[in-house]
């Protein structure tokens, strides 16, 4: 009876000690090991608070559109712990989309956050695509004041339908949500991914796979 007492007061004890020891979800691709540094953290180290600014807490800029003389027609301003000292450790960040006409904010996704999209001006096509083996595609077309959501590390995408320029505001669930561009990454990688794994992904030719890289 005391040996049972004992084990499972062990495996409260462990179980206990696994919730309170879980790592908190990532803030960057990789943290490579300063071994002459003490500090070793998942994020960035801590102002002193008592030097703190109300700079340090604000950000100026995101009511100038962005230049959209560019390959896709869309430009992304983001508001993250970069840009704003402040949001270290709050788990949040935002950015402003500006769409030319017919512009395109390319198939991408953010591996660390989820996204809420809200559409200031003009019309957004939006969506994203399920996980394999699905791969189901939920679109719908916005409007000024509509919101749409963008599940964390699934592929989404925006594109301006309206008349006009768009505009859009997104918040997302990490004070550095990172971003992964499909085209860019797979196509534009350093260095290059081999010509035949790219070939056989996408079921074309060696000539298709060299041009599109060109464009990167």
Known sequence: MAT????????ALCFTIAVIATDPSSLQDFCIANSSSPVILNGLACKDPKLAEADDFSFSGLNIAGN???AVGSRVTPVTVT???????LGISMARVDFALGGVNPPHLHPR???????LRGHLEVGFVTSNPENRLITKILQKGDVFV????LIHFQRNVGQRNAVALAALSSQNPGVITIANALFGSN???S???????????SNTVNDIQSKF
């Open 113 to 119: 956050a989820s996204e809420i999209l809200a559409v």
């Open 83 to 89: 840009q704003l000292p402040g949001l270290n450790t």
């Open 191 to 193: 260095p290059a991914i």
């Open 4 to 11: 049972s007492i004992f084990f499972s007061s062990l495996l």
């Open 68 to 70: 959209t003389s560019n």
């Open 150 to 153: 963008f599940p964390v590390g």
């Open 195 to 205: 010509n035949d794994i790219l070939t056989k992904a996408f079921q074309t030719d």
